[in-house]
């Protein structure tokens, strides 16, 4: 059937309405979210597959002052910020969380625990009486001190078994990753 100018437009506007209210609703009904932070990209990847998998909703923390581009430099400023207990500040707008049940909480690893800008944002949000599900990639070491950092920032959350993977395992993980969330029945 051939469409007016008039028609074509009701039905464009329609389906930007539509569309519009399908994400609003997504949002407000979704019991679970991805919270990650990532400073190369390697964390991002599995939580981005995190959410496809489990059809959470995903934020990625940004921080108010970026680290230093150069590496080396970054990871002796977050050393420091980890011995001193500094903070980075989050410039991510945190959702209101009391609709999650569910927080999946994604960062790499550093400097034996979670990142920084990971401690920062749990030390705010201590994710009382929600499920947290942690994942962690470092770049060789085991990931005990992750584990452990999260368990001292949310001592009332109900903490699930988290997922490790190296820098160099994460890409080949989604077997792994997908066992993982079905083997917690998170899918
Ligand atoms: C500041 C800093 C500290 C790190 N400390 C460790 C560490 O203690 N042990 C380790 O195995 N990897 C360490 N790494 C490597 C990261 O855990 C690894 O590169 C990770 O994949 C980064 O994730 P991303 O790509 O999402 O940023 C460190 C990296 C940075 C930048």
Not at 154 to 166: D, M, Q, S
Request: hydrophobic share 40%.
């Amino acid at each position: 059937m051939a469409m007016n100018r008039r028609t074509l437009l009701q039905t464009a506007a329609a389906a930007v309405l539509s569309c519009g209210l399908g994400r609003t609703a997504i949002a407000a009904g979704s019991k679970s979210i991805v919270i990650y932070f990532s400073c190369t990209g390697t964390v991002e990847g599995l939580a981005k597959k995190v959410a496809k998998l489990t059809g959470a909703d995903i934020l990625k923390l940004e921080l108010v002052k970026p680290y230093a581009a150069n590496y080396s430099d970054m990871t002796y400023i977050a050393r420091e910020e980890r011995s001193s207990g500094a903070r980075r500040e989050i410039a991510t707008k945190i959702p209101d969380l009391s609709g999650y049940d569910t927080i999946y909480v994604g960062t790499p690893y550093w400097w034996g625990g979670v990142s920084i800008p990971m401690r920062t944002f749990l030390t705010d949000h201590p994710m009382e009486g929600k499920t947290v599900v942690p994942f962690v990639v470092s770049g060789s070491s085991s990931p005990e001190g992750a584990w452990e950092d999260i368990h001292r920032c949310c001592p009332k959350a109900k903490i699930l078994e988290g997922f490790h993977k190296t820098q160099s395992e994460a890409a080949g993980a989604d077997a792994d990753l997908e066992n993982w969330l079905k083997r917690l029945k998170l899918i």
